[in-house]
C-alpha cells in the first residue's frame, strides 16, 4: 500500500511503536497510513511517530474492518501456521513468523480440544509491543476449530538477530548475510 494522508473520522485509540503505550486521536487528526498488514494499520501523526490502529478500528481511517479469513475446516499445525503468519511487525512489514520470531510452537490435545502454547522473541529487548503482538496471535488462533486455550510468552534468551530471518525475508529487505 503506498503512504495515504487521511483524516480520522473519529475519536481512535491507537497505540504507540515501538513503547506500547495507548493514546487516542481525536477527529479529524490527520494521519499518513505507513503499512497495512495482516488487518492492523501502521500511521504516523504530526510529529512523525509511529503509531498502530487495530484491525477493529479501520472505519476510523475510512476502511471497512478487515474480515478474518475462512479457518480451516479441521485443526492442523499446517492451519496454525498459517494463521501466525497473518501476525505482521508494526515497523517491518514482514510477519512474525518469516521474521523468525516464533521460537517454538507447541500444540497438544487433550479430550478432543488443542492447546497452543508459542513462545517468541521481539526485535528488540525494549520493544513495548510485545501485548499487542500477544493479543494478535490469540486472535488469529483462537477462531481456529477445537482451539480451547492460546498461551503466548515472549522470551529475551536466546535474543532475536537478523540471522533469525528467513532467507527469502532478508532477500526482501535488502539485508545481506
Not at 488487518?39 to 498502530?52: A, E, N, P
Not at 507447541?106 to 497452543?116: A, K, L, M, P, R
Not at 488462533?141 to 527469502?168: C, G, Q, R
Amino acid at each position: 500500500m503506498p503512504q495515504q494522508v487521511v483524516a480520522l473520522t473519529r475519536d481512535c485509540k491507537v497505540t504507540e511503536i515501538p513503547a506500547g503505550s495507548l493514546h487516542m486521536l481525536t477527529e479529524g487528526t490527520p494521519v499518513i497510513i505507513t503499512q497495512s498488514l495482516g488487518g492492523s494499520y501502521t500511521i504516523t501523526v504530526g510529529y512523525g511517530q509511529l503509531m498502530r490502529v487495530d484491525a477493529k478500528d479501520a472505519d476510523a481511517l475510512g476502511f471497512e474492518p478487515v474480515e478474518q479469513p475462512d479457518s480451516a475446516n479441521e485443526f492442523s499445525e499446517k492451519s496454525v501456521w498459517d494463521q501466525l503468519k497473518l501476525v505482521y511487525d508494526p515497523e517491518i512489514p514482514v510477519n512474525i513468523v518469516d521474521l523468525g520470531l516464533v521460537y517454538s510452537c507447541q500444540i497438544t490435545e487433550e479430550d478432543g480440544s488443542h492447546n497452543i502454547d508459542i513462545t517468541m522473541s521481539m526485535t528488540a529487548p525494549g520493544c513495548g509491543m510485545g501485548d499487542v503482538l500477544k493479543s494478535d496471535i490469540e486472535e488469529k488462533l483462537k477462531p481456529l476449530p477445537t482451539v480451547k486455550n492460546v498461551h503466548v510468552e515472549v522470551v529475551f534468551d536466546p535474543p532475536w538477530t537478523p540471522l533469525m530471518m528467513s532467507e527469502a525475508t532478508r532477500l526482501q529487505l535488502g539485508l545481506d548475510y
